[in-house]
């Protein structure tokens, strides 16, 4: 089966995001008469993990 990776998006690559993402909601805020309050939040989780049972990998 091939593998498939997509562009993995970072801490880093949000800083790069922030302004368009921030203008992106203004402009979009601006259609919504009614919107009191708009708040954005983004999380990036990145994690790895192995498993070993006297030197030798597990299987599941």
């Given at each position: 089966?091939?593998?498939?990776?997509?562009?993995?998006?970072?801490?880093?690559s949000?800083?790069?995001?922030?302004?368009?993402?921030?203008?992106?909601?203004?402009?979009?805020?601006?259609?919504?008469?009614?919107?009191?309050?708009?708040?954005?939040?983004?999380?990036?989780?990145?994690?790895?993990?192995?498993?070993?049972?006297?030197?030798?990998?597990?299987?599941?």
């Open positions: 089966m091939p593998s498939h990776s997509s562009p993995r998006v970072t801490v880093e949000l800083d790069r995001f922030r302004e368009n993402l921030r203008s992106l909601v203004a402009e979009k805020a601006k259609t919504l008469p009614n919107l009191r309050y708009c708040d954005l939040r983004i999380e990036v989780r990145e994690e790895k993990g192995a498993v070993a049972e006297n030197g030798a990998e597990k299987g599941s």
